[in-house]
């Protein structure tokens, strides 16, 4: 079974994971590689699945936003369960959220 799981994870797909300082390949429909997504919170990882199935239910102009958040969170739980550095890491989820606001303000347009 892990050598299948390997197998799927590591095909050259241009995916990779979104955990930070990790390159391992992953499909496109992941989030993160099998080790990280681990170490994810389950009750973020009710929220990356569940605004995933909305923005793929929705129309194609249905904002990103909220799937966007979800996986910044996500991610900067792993970081810190990491030990990443908290002021470099403070400023990246300020910079993803920024970005979520950026698409929200599209959609309203």
């Known amino acids: 079974m892990i050598a299948r799981e390997r197998?799927?994870?590591?095909?050259?797909?241009?995916?990779?994971?979104?955990?930070?300082?990790?390159?391992?390949?992953?499909?496109?429909?992941?989030?993160?590689?099998a080790r990280h997504w681990r170490l994810v919170p389950l009750e973020l990882k009710?929220?990356?699945?569940?605004?995933?199935?909305?923005?793929?239910?929705?129309?194609?102009?249905?904002?990103?936003?909220?799937?966007?958040?979800?996986?910044?969170?996500?991610?900067e739980a792993v970081a810190k369960l990491e030990g990443l550095e908290l002021e470099a890491l403070t400023r990246w989820v300020a910079n993803e959220l920024a970005f979520a606001d950026t698409l929200e303000q599209r959609e309203a347009v």
């Not at 197998?7 to 590689?33: E, K």
């Not at 929220?47 to 979800?70: C, E, H, L």
């Open 46 to 75: 009710g929220k990356v699945y569940s605004t995933f199935g909305q923005r793929n239910r929705a129309s194609i102009d249905r904002s990103w936003a909220p799937w966007w958040r979800a996986q910044a969170r996500a991610v």
């Open 7 to 33: 197998r799927r994870t590591q095909r050259p797909t241009g995916h990779h994971c979104r955990a930070l300082r990790c390159n391992v390949p992953c499909g496109p429909a992941h989030l993160m590689c």
